[in-house]
């Protein structure tokens, strides 16, 4: 399937077909797979708590743990219960906006990198820099809980 067409300076059509490009297959699964997480959240009820994954942890140990009530805080942030949300997980609201940005990201850095050949090495770069850095910010408070017990 051809994406994207364009004549370069020599006349020669240049063409961008996905199948070509793992950078844009990449950003459509990371795009697939956020829209998943919020369909996730978003089907299942906090008023039913019908939620198919269950927390491990709290089943085995009977202890919260640092991500239990995320997929309940996420699920309220969709509905607009903002406050309700924050009771449920503290940092729903921060891993709620990762995966927002992340999608705007995926689809923002594909279209640049369609229209601007010439600066995708660029692109590339500045994404891996970019999405680690909103990543540890994000997970910070998970990635601490889990070296916290190793």
Request: hydrophobic share 45%.
């Amino acid at each position: 399937m051809t994406l994207w067409s364009r004549k370069n300076k020599r006349n020669l059509k240049q063409e961008v077909r996905i199948k070509n490009e793992p950078y844009l297959i990449i950003n459509i699964v990371l795009a697939g797979v956020i829209l998943l997480i919020m369909a996730y959240c978003g089907i299942f009820s906090p008023e039913k708590n019908n939620y198919p994954v269950v927390c491990i942890h709290e089943k085995l140990t009977g202890q919260p743990c640092v991500s239990c009530g995320l997929s309940h805080s996420i699920s309220l942030i969709l509905r607009g219960r903002i406050e309700e949300a924050y009771k449920w997980n503290i940092y729903g609201m921060r891993v709620f906006l990762f995966f927002v940005s992340q999608l705007f990201m995926r689809i923002l850095f594909s279209r640049v990198y369609i229209k601007h050949p010439e600066s995708r090495k660029q692109l590339i770069i500045f994404d891996i820099i970019g999405s680690s850095v909103i990543f540890i910010i994000t997970f910070l408070p998970f990635l601490i809980y889990l070296f916290k017990f190793c």
